[in-house]
């Protein structure tokens, strides 16, 4: 089931993220997120008016996804940028779709114009998930995202919502 996050869901959500900023090169970041973090953030997005939802069974967080501007300044205000993390018994279930539709209608609804993700070069699943929604990839920034002792390539993806 797709719900908004709360507070009651970042000790899920750490459970979910962590191991991935710990252990993959999905994401650049390499500082895991604590709790009271997670819950700050899950604030700030909601009070901004942006979604942060999370796919849980059972009461388990299994993923989560949220969006927040894609840079600052009110020329950017339609544009966002979004965040999708399944836990890996979780892919392949439809709940990764599942939460792009509820970010992408909570956006929409809101006038968001476009949805980009910025996705590790070395993530290919994630590089054909976003290709099968419909977003395109419009760039591809070499060499910025240091991790793992290697530079990595960073995709830019894009969809008009």
């Known amino acids: 089931m797709i ?7 970042a000790s899920g959500i750490a459970a979910v993220w962590n191991p991935v900023i710990r252990d993959s090169a999905i994401t650049f970041n390499a500082e895991e997120k604590s709790e009271n973090e997670l819950v700050r953030l899950i604030v700030t997005r909601i009070d901004a008016g942006h979604g942060f939802f999370v796919a849980e069974e059972a009461g388990e967080v299994l993923g989560f996804a949220t969006y927040a501007q894609f840079r600052g300044g009110v020329g950017y205000a339609r544009a966002m940028e979004h965040t999708v993390i399944l836990a890996p018994e979780a892919r392949g279930k439809g709940l990764g779709r599942a939460l792009m539709a509820a970010v992408e209608d909570h956006a929409r609804a809101r006038g968001v114009h476009s949805m980009t993700g910025g996705i590790s070069g070395e993530n290919e ?6 290709a099968a929604l419909g977003y ?14 290697r530079w990595m390539d960073l995709v830019l993806m894009q969809k008009f919502l």
């Open 136 to 149: 395109g990839e419009v760039a591809r920034v070499p060499q910025v995202g240091w991790k793992f002792d």
């Open 125 to 130: 699943a994630g590089i054909a998930f976003h």
């Open 3 to 9: 719900v908004e996050a709360g507070a009651r869901h």
